[in-house]
């Protein structure tokens, strides 16, 4: 049920700015130091004008179009990477070690952002994405591949979002949000003929290196553009000199910088979520599987960091990774677990998805092209994309996000379902397509009116670290379903395979279940395909069910949100335009007052 704006803003009158900051830690003058980001932000908008914004917004497309290119392509590799090197089982490992620092790091950019600048937090991610590429594509065993993966994936997506709360109002974000997503649309197409035909010709190291030159002529034009508008605004005396850390040693300066970054908090929150979930994905391969001690160390290791995490972080840490007042918040709370559970039921239906189709369709036969199988792991994302945007449309014109995330949720938990009966080899290609779009249409209404509901319940200073927060939970989300989907593969595709081809040495098996190019060398109708195909679906089937009662959860939580209005304002709960001045309400409430 919907309540009133004034109804809400009074509700939330403890999230307001003067209130917001709690008097016992940190102080008022730390506090202001730790935004002095947002300041700058405000201070670049009132210096912006009609050509300088619109450069803004054509190198934030650049750097969308780039992020995009990546995602559509380097999927693609992943599975191949690992089957050069005899692991392909090893995809659930590698992603679950991803998502752990794409959570934690998300944070920590946020941070940056808030302290130093949007510009510095951009260079900071180029840096990253550049060493991760160059790694991956020098690697010469799959460890390597992980190392890299790891190393690069940080807060791009993050960083393009905090911009686009910053410089638009409420209203028109969802829509400006989903507009920057619109790359994904081409780039199914673009991308998927780049990657088949690197997979073909080039190999997988080349389809990952070419990011090492592409990222950084992207974002280049984006960064110097938001450090113009800083020097610009700092040269008019909108931005005041720093006089806090002036004075400052170089080490007392690192120091406080880890502090604010809360590094020790971030350390343990990772290590503890990475030890619980990779026994999961690797116990198949240890010695002795679970009867590894190693397996049940890591595990026992991890649960008792994790309230060692909360003791740390809510008792000494002075900026914590997750401050206090946001778990009060319920649109941050009810944002954040509605995107964990999507993430779990997502990977658990996508992370062995690619595999599954180039193995069990007839679509692609190795070495044959790839097209139509990348086609089809690019069907739900451009489903994703183009409803986002029409969510953003419709949130712009019925001022309200709730009633499209609602029906999101409604719509992707059909397409998770579907899949069930979808999964196996006498499926008609048609349904198996249809669960993909469905579950497009449904997560690209929930994904952007999620990400607004979230940002308006907070003031500006905020609205950076609330992403971050939300965005770490949604992909811990993520590593639970890549670990969840990868104790499943790997400790029952091996039996199923033994269950079908029986006859195969055990040797021939080993191979079977480790490269998805030896086991699509079969032609269809060969007993040994057959009997693979028989193993991938009925795998398929557990991981399926499983998300499928996981996508039930998020739709009880948003019914449980509170209804924002999507007004004028760049937030909800207090009367400040993206300049940060008060608006003509809440200048009309100052003078009554």
Not at 110 to 120: E, K, L, N, P, Q
Request: hydrophobic letters at 50%; glycine letters at 8%.
């Amino acid at each position: 049920m919907s309540s009133s704006p004034q109804g809400e803003k009074d509700k939330s009158s403890n999230y307001s700015l003067d209130r917001d900051i709690p008097r016992t830690s940190p102080s008022y003058e730390d506090e202001d130091e730790a935004h002095r980001g947002v300041r700058k932000v405000e201070a670049i908008h009132r210096v912006f004008g009609r050509y300088s914004k619109w450069a803004l917004f054509i190198s934030l497309g650049l750097a969308a179009y780039i992020y995009s290119l990546d995602g559509t392509t380097t999927y693609n590799y992943l599975s191949f990477a690992t089957s050069g090197f005899g692991h392909h089982s090893l995809i659930s490992s590698i992603q679950v070690a991803q998502a752990v620092i794409v959570a934690v790091g998300k944070p920590v950019i946020a941070r940056i952002a808030d302290v130093s600048s949007r510009g510095t937090a951009y260079v900071f991610v180029l840096l990253f994405y550049v060493i991760g590429y160059i790694v991956i594509a020098s690697a010469q065993n799959v460890g390597a591949i992980a190392a890299g993966i790891v190393i690069y994936a940080m807060g791009l997506q993050l960083l393009t979002q905090v911009i686009i709360a910053d410089i638009t109002t409420l209203k028109w974000r969802g829509l400006v949000s989903a507009l920057m997503s619109t790359p994904f649309i081409i780039n199914a197409f673009v991308g998927s003929n780049i990657s088949t035909n690197i997979l073909q010709n080039s190999g997988w190291r080349w389809g990952y290196g070419m990011f090492a030159i592409l990222v950084p002529a992207a974002l280049s034009p984006l960064i110097v553009t938001l450090l113009w508008a800083e020097w610009k605004a700092r040269k008019q005396g909108l931005i005041e000199k720093n006089t806090q850390t002036a004075d400052m040693k170089w080490y007392m300066r690192v120091r406080r910088m880890a502090a604010q970054l809360d590094i020790i908090g971030l350390a343990l929150l990772g290590t503890s979520v990475a030890l619980i979930l990779l026994p999961l994905t690797l116990s198949e391969n240890a010695k002795g599987h679970w009867k590894n001690a190693s397996m049940i160390a890591m595990i026992v290791i991890g649960g008792v960091l994790i309230p060692v995490f909360f003791m740390y972080d809510w008792k000494l840490a002075k900026y914590p990774v997750v401050p206090a007042r946001l778990l009060k918040n319920r649109s941050v709370v009810g944002a954040s677990l509605i995107g964990f559970f999507d993430f779990v039921s997502f990977y658990l239906t996508f992370t062995y998805l690619f595999s599954f189709v180039i193995v069990v369709k007839p679509w692609s036969v190795l070495p044959a092209p790839l097209l139509h199988a990348t086609y089809f792991s690019q069907t739900q994302t451009v489903a994703l994309t183009f409803f986002g945007i029409c969510a953003g449309f419709a949130m712009r014109f019925i001022h309200r996000y709730k009633y499209v995330l609602v029906v999101g949720l409604c719509i992707r938990l059909v397409g998770v379902g579907l899949m069930i009966h979808s999964r196996g080899a006498n499926a008609s290609d048609a349904e198996i397509v249809w669960t993909q779009i469905l579950q497009g249409i449904g997560g690209g209404f929930a994904a952007v009116s999620l990400q607004v509901g979230a940002q308006a319940s907070v003031p500006h200073v905020d609205v950076a670290m609330v992403t971050a927060v939300v965005l770490l939970i949604t992909e811990i989300g993520g590593a639970v379903g890549s670990a969840i989907a990868g104790a499943i593969w790997t400790n029952t595709m091996p039996g199923k395979i033994s269950q079908y081809l029986p006859f195969l040495p055990e040797a021939d098996r080993q191979q079977l279940f480790g490269s998805i190019v030896y086991a699509a060398s079969f032609p269809r109708g060969h007993p040994v395909r057959e009997g693979v195909i028989a193993a991938y679906s009925d795998v398929m089937e557990t991981m399926l069910i499983v998300a499928t009662v996981l996508s039930v959860f998020p739709i009880f939580i948003a019914l449980a949100m509170p209804n924002w209005h999507l007004g004028d304002k760049q937030n909800a709960v207090d009367d400040k335009n993206l300049a940060g001045e008060p608006t003509l309400s809440g200048q009309q409430e100052q003078q009554k007052s």
